[in-house]
């Protein structure tokens, strides 16, 4: 009977201690999402590109079938319906244009010591006006005690065809 009670008792601290951990590494991921947010406003691309994974990093925006058919509208010579880059193209083009800012939405963080993804919907902004919305997916690692990104994965709902409701 005391065996029954120790193993119960080691049982339920491991996983208060797991909780525990899981949530500090939660709090941590939400401020890499905040980071991320203000380095794009403020035009930090130091901050910026300290956030992700120093090797390769996937990068890759989807343009949702409804605005792509608008944009074959306009230009039926572009068929692509997606683009790929990297982070430091991303905040280079950011460094070049006027007041940008990137905001998020409905956030979900799932994640266990090493690995984590991260989904929420997400709204682009230039001078004051939303260029495009949709969703984005990341996925981070943890590399000597820090969460780096290693993928950026949205999907791009043009503004001025379908405006975010």
């Given at each position: 009977?005391?065996?029954?009670?120790?193993?119960?008792?080691?049982?339920?601290?491991?996983?208060?201690?797991?909780a525990q951990q899981t949530l500090k590494d939660q709090k941590e991921i939400h401020q890499i999402l905040n980071v991320f947010m203000q380095s794009i406003a403020k035009k930090?691309?130091?901050?910026?590109?300290s956030l992700f994974f120093?090797?390769?990093?996937?990068?890759?925006?989807?343009?949702?079938?409804?605005s792509q058919a608008k944009r074959l509208e306009?230009?039926?010579?572009?068929?692509?319906?997606?683009?790929?880059?990297?982070?430091?193209?991303?905040?280079?083009?950011?460094?070049?244009?006027?007041?940008?800012e990137e905001k998020f939405?409905?956030?979900i963080i799932q994640n266990d010591d090493v690995i984590a993804s991260v989904t929420f919907d997400y709204s682009f902004w230039s001078e004051d006006s939303m260029t495009n919305w949709g969703e984005e997916y990341w996925q981070l690692?943890?590399?000597?005690g820090k969460w780096k990104i290693t993928s950026v994965l949205f999907s791009i709902e043009i503004s001025k065809y379908y405006p975010k409701s």
């Open positions: 009977m005391k065996t029954a009670i120790t193993i119960l008792l080691s049982c339920i601290s491991l996983n208060f201690t797991f930090d691309s130091i901050t910026f590109n120093k090797e390769t990093v996937n990068w890759i925006g989807v343009i949702k079938e409804k306009a230009k039926p010579t572009i068929t692509k319906n997606y683009f790929t880059g990297t982070y430091s193209s991303f905040i280079q083009s950011i460094l070049q244009s006027k007041k940008s939405e409905k956030i690692v943890k590399i000597n």
